[in-house]
Nanobody, 121 residues
Framework: VQVVESGGGLVEPGGSLRLSCATS????????IGWFRQAPGKEREWVSC????????LYADSVKGRFTISTDNTNNTVYLQMNNLKPEDTGVYYC???????????????WGQGTQVTVSS
């Protein structure tokens, strides 16, 4: 399984972006897709995840109510819709594939290269 992120960019505070995570397959070993982000000078943090076979989702408190994760299993793509973006959402966003939807990055085996999201006026 491979994952490739896209959709990052520069947006003003309060704006929206939709990130995509295209996967090359859909297997039990890659049922879960997680989104993580890393801001400059900070550790990578978990944002959200989805268990694609049952459409079960989890969110970090910092993004709950603003971000929505979804899956289109017909084209093996997971989306992260980000609304009401804040400057603190700035960072490189990574998607990763793993067995189980989790906030622990060790649960994920395959990682993408990341896409930059910058929230600034």
């Amino acid at each position: 399984v491979q994952v490739v992120e896209s959709g990052g960019g520069l947006v003003e505070p309060g704006g929206s972006l939709r990130l995509s995570c295209a996967t090359s397959g859909f297997t039990s070993e890659a049922d879960a897709i997680g989104w993580f982000r890393q801001a400059p000078g900070k550790e990578r943090e978990w944002v959200s995840c989805i268990a694609r076979s049952v459409d079960s989702t989890l969110y970090a408190d910092s993004v709950k109510g603003r971000f929505t994760i979804s899956t289109d299993n017909t084209n093996n793509t997971v989306y992260l819709q980000m609304n009401n973006l804040k400057p603190e959402d700035t960072g490189v966003y990574y998607c990763a594939a793993g067995w189980i939807c989790s906030d622990y990055d060790g649960r994920y085996d395959v990682w993408g290269q990341g896409t930059q999201v910058t929230v600034s006026s």
